[in-house]
Structures are given as C-alpha cells and as structure tokens.
C-alpha cells in the first residue's frame, strides 16, 4: 500500500503505517460527488456489520472546502476512519493511488497488497469469513 | 504523381477550410453532460489539459463548470472542446467562449440576435447541435427555424449568442 499520512476533521494525523495486520479498505471520494455519498451509504452500514479488528475502511476526502467535507461526514453519519487530502483529482494520494473517477476504492490484505480495485460488499464480506 | 497531387489538393483545402472556424479565444467554458458526475471523473480535464492551445483548467464544483483558459493568441476551434468532452465520454452541456471581437467578424461565426459588439473582447456561446443540451436545442430549433443555416446543422459554421 501507499504510505501517506493525512489529517482528520480532529486535525490530527493518521498514517497509513497504523493499519498493521489487518485488511484496509481505502475509499476516495468528495462531498460535492453524488455518487460518492450514495456510496457513503453503503460504507456506513459495512461498517457497523464487519469486526473492525478485521478491517479498517479509510475515507479519503479530496474536497478542498474542509468545512463542506465535515459537514457531510455529519450528515452521512460516518464513523469510520476519515481524513482529507484537498485538491481534488490533484491531490497527492489521487495521483498516488491513480485515481481517474470518485468514487474510487482500494482493498489492501493483512500484508498491505492490493487485492482488488472497487470490491463489491459479497467480495468483502467473503473475505473477512474466511 | 498526378494523383498524389489532387490528395495534396484535397488535403490544403481541407485545412484551409477547417482554420476558417479558428477564432482567437482567451477563455472556454463549457459545462458538461452524460450518465454520471462530470465533475466525478478527471477524463474530461485530461482531455482538456492535454491539448496544446490549453495554458490551464479550473473547475467550478458549485456550477459544474470547467474554465479553460488558453494560451495567448491562441487561435482554437470551439469545435477542439467538443472533441475533448466527447473523447472522454460526455456531452457540451454549454459553451461560453471569450475572443477577441475582430475574429469572430466572418461568415462562419452566425450572430443570432444581430447585436453590435463594442468592445474588443466578445464573450458568446454557441448554440449549434451537440454545444447545448438535446432539450434547448430543440427550443432553439423552433426559435430560429427562421434561420436556414441554423436548421442545416453545418458542421464548419457556429451559430452564436453575444452575452456581452
């Protein structure tokens, strides 16, 4: 996986390197994306049926209007790991990870190698079983 | 020989009647339309960015909105911005370009509502088929079905409305 470390709507930073051991599911995405808080939807209902100890999912805001970002982990009711990396397509961890559209999700194993790219939640769901 | 030379022919007349569409812009902005998010997707301002003419793009998340601000004295085509939006799989939704007033003063650039322009600078948008949305262009058909050249749906003449 990528290593960056980015802030949360707290301003404190989180590291990618904390993840250790367990399945990291990153998602990239932007208040002003529709489809992405449609998508939040989903992640917030992931999120309360997986065992965090398990995997960690990770959203990656690229919204440059912090203030619009907080808002909408609010209204999303989100409260798995969310940090913010501004500038849109631009941003560091975009251009890191490739990203062309939001959203765009990223699964990692326990050891950090990407596994699948947008894994739909059956394909998440069977691997934690395992 | 002989046949090489008509293809040379054929050739200049076609580039020569493809730069006559050329005017001197500064500014583009073109909203975009399709299935999904525009905005959602870096294709169409990869597509934007990688033309030569293109100095930089901004995007106006609240209007759905890409500013292409060109090089100086750059002649473009509007039709280069419907290319790049198509080729990354959308629609023009509206175009508004910024010129300069002299190089839009021929034939090919068709000022619907014959207003006189003063300044230099001449903000306008275009209003032929695949440069406004399906539902205006319709509009616009029974608007300016007085306008033959409108109805012809020629591909190398703009029809254009000043907003300056």
Same mark, same amino acid.
Not at chain 1, 58 to 73: C, L, N
Not at chain 2, 18 to 36: D, F, M, V
């Given at each position: ?7 949360? /709507? ?5 590291? !990618? ?22 998508? &939040? ?19 990656? !805001? ?28 631009? /941003? ?9 559209? +939001?959203? *765009?999700?990223? +699964? ?9 790219? &947008? ?12 | 020989?002989?046949? /090489?030379? @008509?293809?040379?022919?054929? +050739? ?19 909203? /975009?339309?399709?299935?999904?998010? *525009?905005?959602? *997707? ?13 100095? %930089? ?13 060109? @090089?100086? @004295? ?19 939704? #509206? ?7 002299? #190089?839009?003063? %021929? ?11 003063? *300044? ?20 616009? #058909? ?11 749906? %020629? ?10």
């Amino acid at each position: 996986m990528p290593t960056f470390t980015l802030k949360n /709507a707290n301003n404190e930073e989180i590291s !990618s390197t904390s993840f250790k051991n367990k399945y990291v599911l990153i998602d990239f995405w932007a208040s002003w994306c529709a489809p992405c808080r449609k998508g &939040n939807k989903e992640l917030v209902k992931l999120h309360k049926e997986i065992e965090v100890s398990k995997i960690e999912i990770v959203g990656i !805001s690229v919204d440059t209007d912090i203030e619009k970002w907080k808002k909408a982990i609010e209204k999303d009711s989100i409260k798995f790991t969310q940090v913010n990396d501004p500038n849109g397509f631009d /941003a560091k961890t975009a251009i890191l990870f490739g990203v062309e559209e +939001l959203p *765009s999700q990223f +699964l990692f194993d326990t050891k950090g190698i990407l596994i699948a790219i &947008n894994p739909t939640k059956t394909e998440i769901n069977n691997l934690l079983k395992k | 020989m002989k046949k /090489a030379y @008509n293809y040379l022919t054929i +050739l200049v007349f076609a580039l020569f009647s493809l730069s006559n569409t050329y005017a001197q812009i500064s500014k583009a902005e073109i909203r /975009a339309t399709g299935l999904t998010c *525009s905005m959602c *997707s870096n294709a169409i301002n990869k597509q934007l960015k990688a033309l030569p003419e293109v100095a %930089n793009v901004a995007t106006d998340l609240n209007t759905n909105t890409f500013t292409v601000i060109l @090089n100086e @004295n750059t002649t473009i085509s509007p039709a280069t911005f419907k290319q790049s939006v198509e080729k990354a799989g959308f629609f023009i939704g #509206s175009l508004v370009l910024t010129s300069k007033t002299t #190089s839009i003063k %021929n034939e090919k650039f068709i000022v619907v509502d014959a207003k006189t322009i003063a *300044s230099e600078e001449v903000t306008f948008q275009v209003l032929d088929k695949g440069y406004v949305t399906d539902k205006e262009y319709k509009k616009l #058909s029974k608007s300016l079905k007085k306008l033959e050249t409108y109805l012809a749906n %020629n591909e190398d003449d703009f029809h254009i409305k000043i907003l300056n």
